[in-house]
């Protein structure tokens, strides 16, 4: 067996609570490779909240929620940012950081939000609702956020579609999401009919069947949920917001109705909190690994491109969205 350098042994202990040292030994070689390799190409790692731990709590450089994540892509310096999140995540860096090379380590990771809807099902909209301002969720492509006025996240969709000023405004893809939101605006929300496969599996059976068998548990749950799922739980807010509650509130049990990893990085920081763990897995996000990263800063693969004439007009959505 290869023997674990003191970097790889040290970077283990972050994450020692969740992965055996006996299983070490598979992680720590590409870790140690991967270290070496953001020096080389002057390269920093961008991770979602959903990515597994060994990659989260043990190479990222920067970590955080979608909007978190976008923010922080425009202020890299170094030459190469690598997302370890799915594709859309890796258009919005490119977007607004222009100059960089931008690798996703598999070209496969999407979104089925992202998949619900094309630029010609905007412009349908658009002739179906005349003059009503389209508000786009990031999680769609660069050439969705082109047809679109406005992008949102799950943490500041609120905030952007009363930033418009307008009674009524269309919301997409994330039929769920506008629900959500429509329950706490008075703005009129027109939605789509798109689903994150991996939120509209959560029912609020779910959560009456964890409050009986936990008494007492918090339950926090992802406003790409249904609507009835989010009437149930104590507090619904992006996956930035419910690490932040986990973080304030120390909840003594709780459950986050969301993807898996989320409660795995989130339990490793608050190893005094009790986490329940039904979640559903995004297959999209775990194509991501700590080989494919490895192998992306190899290889150099796999570059985003956007069309320059949709990422203009996808760039101004965007920046629309920072500007709130
Ligand atoms: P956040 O913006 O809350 O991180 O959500 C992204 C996502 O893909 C949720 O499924
Ligand atoms: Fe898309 Fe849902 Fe996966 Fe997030 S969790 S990337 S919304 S499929």
Redesign the pocket.
């Known amino acids: 067996m290869t023997a674990i350098s003191p970097a790889a042994a040290a970077l283990h202990s972050r994450v020692a609570s969740f992965i055996p040292a006996i299983e070490w030994p598979v992680f720590s070689g590409d870790i140690d490779a991967i270290l070496r390799l953001k020096l080389e190409r002057n390269a920093v790692i961008l991770a ?3 990515q597994t731990p060994e990659i989260f709590h043990c190479v990222a450089d920067i970590v ?4 978190a994540l976008a923010r922080k892509a425009m202020d890299v310096e170094a030459d190469v940012i690598v997302l370890a999140g ?1 594709h859309f995540m890796a258009e919005s860096a490119k977007l607004l950081n222009p100059g960089k090379i931008v690798l996703i380590p598999d070209m496969g990771a999407g ?1 089925s939000l992202a998949d619900s809807i094309t630029p010609d099902d905007i412009r349908l909209m658009r002739q179906r609702h005349p003059g009503i301002p389209v508000v786009t969720y ?2 769609t492509s660069a050439a969705v956020k082109a047809e679109s006025d406005i992008c949102c ?3 500041n969709a609120k905030a952007v579609v009363e930033s418009l000023g307008v009674p009524r405004v269309i919301m997409l893809p994330d039929e769920y999401l506008a629900q959500n939101i429509a329950n706490q605006t008075d703005v009129e929300i027109i939605a789509w009919k798109g689903h ?1 496969e ?2 509209e599996r959560f029912t609020p059976g779910d959560i009456r069947e964890l409050r009986a068998a936990h008494p007492g548990i918090i339950v926090l749950a ?1 406003p ?1 949920c249904p609507p009835e799922v989010v009437a149930e739980a104590d507090f619904a807010g ?3 917001a419910m690490s932040d509650y986990v973080g304030q509130e120390k909840p003594a049990r709780v459950v986050l109705m ?2 898996c990893s989320m409660s795995d990085n989130v339990a490793i920081e608050h190893p005094e909190v009790e986490f329940i763990r039904p979640c559903n897995l ?1 297959p999209h996000m775990k194509r991501i690994t700590l080989a494919n990263i490895r192998a992306a800063l190899e290889g150099m693969r796999h570059p985003v491109t956007i069309d320059p004439a949709v990422a203009v007009r996808a760039r101004l959505a965007v920046e629309r969205m920072l500007a709130v």
């Open positions: 979602h909240n959903y955080g929620d979608s909007l799915v979104c990031v999680n996240t799950s943490g994150c991996v939120h992802h790409e992006s996956t930035a969301t993807e995004c």
